[in-house]
């Protein structure tokens, strides 16, 4: 073995001037791997430029890309009680401190008012990195109180819905949303004012089967997960392959749950174009 040397004196690294790019600064796509520049994400509307991939947002992300500049925001205030004193693997009085401190929110859902393309619109928007955008009761009065505005101001209402179901911390105070979100629904039908569900990924559980589907468009990003139970909960449930692509947006719109799909990029210019033909239409009636 004398036919090589390794040589240890002589050798430097120099750690102290190597410089790594900050933090936020790349973003690697989950479904092609590619990475691109963070700004150069936000300045695709948040889309993979190599696939499409839309990846998820919040709340502060789709008032930027929908509202024509200001809007104003209402019950930004209003914060859960944890009348359970519900605990797990940690209090529920902890877990919303946490969410609050990692997210500046006060829940999963905010509500806004503002103009897109100069006809005015009330945005209800849900942010799944608050608890999983999970429903509980602050989300069911955001909503009630939305669509209460909505109906006295003749305004038309959009939830965008990004949510893993019922918050299970509150129990019942959470599945009784389910009812009043509907019944708060059906009178705005009635008033005559537009309804239109926007659903990302994922959309799922006790969200789903209430105010998600309730729209008078019901409408949804490229391959979002909508569902009830989730497509490994139905497996394992009837032990049976399921399709290619079961519950994804596309796949929903093939049966005839959803009116479209939207390209976020279209997002803004369709949603307008909806405000104007109900404008219409009710300018008609």
Known sequence: MGWFKRLTSGIQTNTRNKKEAPEGVWYKC???????????????FYKCPSCNYHDRIGSREYFSILFDGSFEEFEEDMEAVDMLEFTDLKSYKDRLKAAKKKTGLTDAIRVARGKVNRRPLIIACMDFSFIGGSMGSVVGEKIAVAIDEARTSRTPLLIISKTGGARMMEAAFSLMQMAKTSVKLSQLAKAGVPYFSLMTDPTTGGVTASYAMLGDINLAEPEALIAFAGPRVVKETIKKELPAGFQTSEFL?????????????????????????????????
């Open 30 to 44: 989950p479904k092609c791997n590619e990475t691109v520049l963070r700004k150069d994400l936000e300045a695709n």
């Open 253 to 285: 719109l093939e049966h005839g749950f959803l009116d479209f799909i939207i390209d976020r990029a279209e997002l803004k210019t369709r949603i307008g174009d909806l405000l104007y033909l109900f404008e219409s239409a009710r300018q008609g009636a």
